[in-house]
Each structure stands twice: as C-alpha cells, then as structure tokens.
C-alpha cells in the first residue's frame, strides 16, 4: 500500500535545542497531518497542512512548533526549542483529499526523546 | 474534553473467543468513524470504517454496529486470533477550523492468548 516515509525513526535532543522531524508523504497525496502519541495513548491531532499552508492547528502546538513543506521536499515539523514535555512519538499522516472517507495513511513515526 | 470514547481500556481473550470493543462520541455532526489498528511500535492502519447511512459494516471476522439514536458503535472480532493483538482506535472526523482531521479515541488494547 502507500508509504509514508518518516525520517529519523527515533531522535534524542537535549532540552532546549532545535529539531526537525521530516516526512515524505505518499506521492500526489494534497493534505498532511502531524499527530502527537505518548507511551501508546491516542493520537492526538497537532496540525493539517494543505497547499502549502497551516488548515488547521490544536492547543498542542505550542509557539516552539513550525511546519513546512517547500516544493519537493520533505514535509517538515520543527520544535525550537524543545521541552521535556514534547517527548512522545510523533505520526506524519497524509491523505488524497480533504473528505474524511478518504483514508488516512500514517508513517511509522519519529520517537523524540527530549532529555 | 474527550470526543470520542473507548472502552474498555484494555481488554484480554482467548483465541477463538468474539472480542467486542466499544466507542462513543458527543457531537452530532460526526458522520464518519474509521476504525484503525496499531500493532506495537507500529502505525496506526485503516481497519473498517463506517457511515452515518449504515447500520452495520462488516468486513471478514471484523464488524461495526453503529448505534445512531445512543451514539455508540462496537466493533466484534469474531474467532478472536494471536495476530489481533494490538491498539484499536474508534475515529471520527471533526470539521470544526478550516480544516478535516481525525479526531481518535484513547484506544483499547487488546490481547489475545492461545
């Protein structure tokens, strides 16, 4: 099936640097999605993204957070600077179209750990 | 303030045995609830999704029954397996913002022993 490709797979920063989390959507999807998951608990929903501008963003994410994505490239989330706080497993998801019926696809997440 | 409910939180069976989880939501403009399943360390993958117009999908050993009047859906996994054990997340899209999301439930954790 599609493949969403998350880059690195695991990420250990010290509080207060800068990271950068990468995701390569699958091919010719428009809308991406960054999800926030701690020690297996739900997929909490950080921000969509779509035609090169934020939709959409929850409480979650905070001030420190940034995305972008310039053409052909990676689809980015920055956290500068980080918090012990946003250590946690980090989902990229992206889908075709905007209407929820159409699937959802996750990538295997960055575990960011923050010391 | 939770929107979409899970329950139990975690939940054991035997092999062979009709796993029932259960989700509930609030909001009425919910139309949509995809059911995805995370094995550990693992994504979470579309499962069996649902409706607002269906009372019942069904899909193999797994089934939703959706519930409209009471808001609540359970998924069966009928002839419970090894292989089932994972995270099942109840799903439902929030059109709230300029944007779609998914917004998922705290999950179950379900296992299965032989």
């Known amino acids: 099936g599609p493949k969403v490709l998350q880059i690195p797979s695991h990420q250990i920063i010290d509080m207060g640097q800068m990271v950068t989390l990468n995701c390569d959507p699958v091919?010719?999807?428009?809308?991406f999605y960054w999800y926030k998951q701690i020690l297996g608990q739900q997929m909490e929903f950080l921000v969509n993204?779509?035609?090169?501008?934020?939709?959409?963003k929850s409480k979650l994410f905070k001030d420190q957070f940034s995305v972008e994505r310039p053409d052909g490239s990676y689809f980015t989330l920055k956290i500068q600077p980080t918090a012990l706080e946003d250590s946690a497993v980090y989902f990229c998801?992206?889908?075709?179209?905007?209407?929820?019926?159409?699937?959802?696809?996750f990538g295997a997440g960055t575990r960011l750990s923050v010391l | 303030q939770q929107q979409v409910r899970q329950s139990p939180q975690s939940l054991t069976v035997w092999e062979g045995e009709t796993t029932i989880l259960n989700c509930s939501y609030e909001?009425?403009?919910?139309?949509?609830f995809p059911w995805y399943r995370q094995f550990p360390g693992k994504s979470p993958a579309l499962l069996i999704a649902i409706s607002l117009v269906s009372n019942k999908k069904e899909d193999g050993r797994f089934t939703i029954f959706f519930n409209k009047r009471e808001k609540k859906l359970s998924l069966h996994i009928t002839d419970s397996q090894p292989g089932d054990s994972a995270t099942y997340f109840c799903?439902?899209?929030?059109?709230?913002?300029?944007?779609?999301?998914?917004?998922f439930g705290t999950g179950t954790l379900l296992s299965v022993k032989p």
């Open positions: 091919s010719n999807h428009l809308y």
């Open positions: 998801a992206s889908r075709s179209q905007g209407a929820p019926q159409n699937t959802l696809y």
């Open positions: 799903a439902a899209p929030n059109y709230g913002g300029s944007g779609n999301k998914l917004i």
């Open positions: 993204f779509y035609n090169g501008k934020v939709m959409e």
């Open positions: 909001d009425s403009t919910f139309d949509y």
